[in-house]
């Protein structure tokens, strides 16, 4: 069985700090890891997802997450906040080379301090 | 970037009464649709998933009787809570995907209400 654990059910940083936000997982099998985003009143949209190759993501708006596997771990980095980043962040992970049974994170709000 | 709808996005109804969820891929063909439901302040959890033109296979612990789903076309996909209680209340998304291994497009989710 899988698991995802986002740290921080809330984060605020200040616009132009860093942006850091946790997600551990659990897996039996090697993983596929996902990030997605949802902003007010609209759907989950897919920030990036590590499958194999490089452990070092790059995504969308300026967000990349490093895969760890000796810490079993996912984070999501942004070096300098915008406003525009305020929204839900979900981590998610599947056990499969296809998109299907995601297993997601209970997800983390990111507030921006102007 | 493809397009999933919901409709409706809020919705309240009685107890013993069903509700229809709809769910359409605006500007894609969907081979695969997923239903999640997420409850406060917790992760989404998969219902089911369904491939068009067959039946839905549900997760663990998901009653098929209660949670009818049907994927006649390509496009579209229903969610339908039969006989609904208070219980049911919950944020009901789904997603699409083009194919095997392709990325899933989300919904903006169905608030249910069950008084």
């Known amino acids: 069985a899988q698991s995802v654990t986002q740290l921080g059910s809330h984060v605020s940083v200040s616009e132009g700090a860093l942006v850091l936000l946790r997600c551990n997982y659990s897996s039996s099998v090697p993983p596929y890891l996902f990030w997605y985003v949802q902003y007010p009143n609209q759907g989950l949209q897919l920030l990036l997802k590590?499958?194999?190759?490089?452990?070092l993501v790059k995504g969308i708006n300026g967000f990349e997450a490093e895969f760890k596997k000796s810490e079993t771990s996912f984070h999501l980095t942004k070096p300098s906040a915008h406003m525009s980043d305020a929204a839900e962040y979900f981590c998610a992970v599947s056990d499969d080379f296809g998109n299907e049974k995601l297993t997601f994170g209970t997800g983390t709000r990111l507030t921006i301090i102007p | 970037g493809a397009v999933v709808s919901q409709h409706p996005s809020r919705v309240i109804c009685k107890s013993g009464t069903s509700v229809k969820i709809e769910c359409r891929s605006l500007d894609f063909q969907a081979t695969t649709m997923f239903w999640y439901r997420q409850f406060p302040k917790q992760s989404l959890m998969l219902m089911a998933t369904?491939?068009?033109?067959?039946?839905?296979?549900?997760e663990q612990g998901v009653e098929k009787d209660k949670f009818l789903i049907n994927h006649a076309s390509l496009t579209l996909s229903t969610l339908t809570v039969t006989s609904a209680h208070p219980e049911d209340s919950s944020f009901y998304i789904c997603?699409?995907?083009?194919?095997?291994?392709?990325?899933?497009?989300f919904g903006p989710g169905t608030r249910l209400l069950v008084l």
């Open positions: 590590y499958t194999t190759g490089a452990t």
């Open positions: 997603s699409a995907t083009q194919g095997a291994s392709e990325t899933q497009y």
């Open positions: 369904s491939n068009e033109g067959s039946k839905a296979t549900y």
